[in-house]
């Protein structure tokens, strides 16, 4: 209900105002033109931020899962970077938008697979822990080298687009229907593989003696942490922090079942995400503020607290 009113809400706040009635006769298809015109433009960006959300939130519960990380998180362990590293390496060769996409997965792909080689070592004591924050940020301090010659070297038409893209931007992102496609079989496979995945997380590699395939399950985990933050990142860019905060908050409320996480996850993710685009929309209006900025400032004041 919560994440309905805030879409809702996005879809009525902007520069220009749409009273409740307004709105209702705008969703009814009998208000005015411009009522009608803003709530096709702003209810596309509010689904645009649902799915971008929510596909972050079930990477970070993935990860966190398959790592045995309370830090950890596509954007802090350069996953995120990877993925921007891809598309904004298409977007320089001037590729298209499909193929901007498939750079995006290779690129996440290519960061998750080292940190699943180091995943696979039981390192039993903290310093594991420390170890792979510590690859996650010498990863992402790579790709933010890599990004940074890209940006370079870019072209001056090319360059502020690839810029508000980096620091994560919805305005202009169409609804596409794949990250849909995408999130709903992620969705269903780790709902399906809940109760191992419950037991990974306890018991790490433990976890083989009471039947769980941890070889099948890693694989998995990581190809749909990998896919989702692509996704992600193909839509709105780099935009942080969301995969962290989430699944902490929704520990606190529903436990650590991750047949109770996943939903709780999904829906907090995207409402967050919806709320914080519709504030960078309004809070400066009309000039509108890139999300990942508002995300990042309240992701790292979220991580000084956990650690």
Request: charged share 5%; with cysteine; proline share 4%.
């Amino acid at each position: 209900a919560i994440s309905a009113g805030v879409v809702l809400l996005a879809c009525a706040s902007g520069s220009v105002s749409l009273s409740a009635s307004q709105l209702w006769q705008a969703l009814l298809g009998h208000g005015d033109a411009l009522s009608g015109t803003l709530l096709q433009l702003r209810l596309e960006r509010a689904l645009t931020a649902w799915i971008t959300g929510a596909a972050l939130a079930l990477a970070g519960l993935l990860m966190q899962s398959l790592l045995r990380n309370p830090l950890a998180d596509p954007y802090v362990m350069g996953v995120s970077g990877g993925a921007s590293v891809g598309a904004l390496l298409a977007l320089w060769l001037g590729l298209a938008v499909w193929q901007v996409d498939l750079a995006a997965v290779a690129g996440a792909l290519a960061l998750s697979g080292v940190l699943f080689w180091l995943a696979r070592r039981d390192f039993g004591r903290s310093s594991g822990t420390v170890l792979l924050l510590l690859t996650g940020a010498l990863l992402s301090t790579a790709c933010g080298a890599v990004i940074s010659l890209l940006l370079t070297i870019a072209q001056d038409n090319q360059l502020r687009g690839m810029v508000f893209w980096l620091v994560g931007d919805l305005s202009g992102t169409p609804l596409r229907p794949w990250p849909w496609l995408v999130l709903l079989p992620a969705m269903l496979l780790a709902w399906w593989q809940a109760p191992a995945i419950n037991l990974l997380a306890l018991h790490g590699d433990h976890a083989a003696t009471l039947g769980v395939p941890l070889a099948g399950l890693r694989r998995l985990l990581l190809l749909l942490s990998a896919t989702l933050t692509a996704t992600a990142v193909s839509q709105g860019g780099s935009i942080g922090f969301v995969g962290l905060m989430v699944p902490h908050a929704c520990r606190l409320v529903c436990g650590p079942h991750l047949r109770h996480l996943l939903p709780a996850s999904i829906l907090t993710g995207a409402t967050l995400l919806v709320l914080a685009d519709t504030l960078a929309r309004t809070v400066v209006a009309p000039m509108q503020l890139p999300v990942g900025i508002l995300t990042a400032l309240l992701g790292v004041s979220v991580l000084f607290w956990q650690l």
